[in-house]
């Protein structure tokens, strides 16, 4: 697994040589992420995978949840260019950019799976952390707009968003409720039609 299909070139522990050492905790913290999983390793072992002594990062991060939420900031501020690429303001329709976005969500947790384990598997408290929750917050608001948007557009009936175990949108698209985290499947039907079917019968639904 590759925290990211653009960013990393190598794996296992990388030296450090250059003079941006919290860039260089970042990029381990995503590479141990991606082998290891969020709970898989220690605060000093991101600093040896980064090639610097343990005591390096407290620098720049009070502890592990720390350096885990930069990468969880790091991780929405990219899910919100996506989606907002992908959402276009609702061009050239509604439900045809809603299909474009389901899609761009699902792109987004395959090609880059440490940043979003990061962001939705670690449980970090998102209001517990100002910075992190406007950033979350403004990466929903385009799922949520885009719900509104196609839901007001579908058979008359207003979007309704609401929220899965996990606290991520659903958004309701007529009749059709859209689990936004749809990642073990393809993009459901509803997203790509003005489908009727109840989020009962959707598998990707919690």
Known sequence: MSWSKNDRSGGGPRGYHHGNLKEALLRAALELIAQKGPAGFTFAEAARWAGVSPAAPYRH???????????????????????????????????AALDRLGKAYLEFARAEPAYYSAMFEVGIALASIPELHEAGERAFAVL????????????????????????APLLTVGRCDVN??????????????????????????F
């Open 180 to 205: 936004v985290i749809y990642i073990h499947s393809e993009v459901p039907p509803c997203l790509s039609q003005q489908g009727s079917t109840s989020s009962e019968s959707q598998p990707g639904s």
């Open 61 to 95: 991060f009070r502890d592990r949840d720390e350096l885990l939420a930069s990468v969880a900031l790091r991780g929405f501020e990219r899910f919100t260019t996506v989606l907002e690429k992908a959402w276009d303001d609702g061009r050239p329709q509604p439900f």
């Open 144 to 167: 949520r707009g885009a719900g509104r948007a196609a839901g007001s557009s579908s058979v008359g009936l207003p979007a309704r968003p609401r929220t899965n175990f996990r606290g």
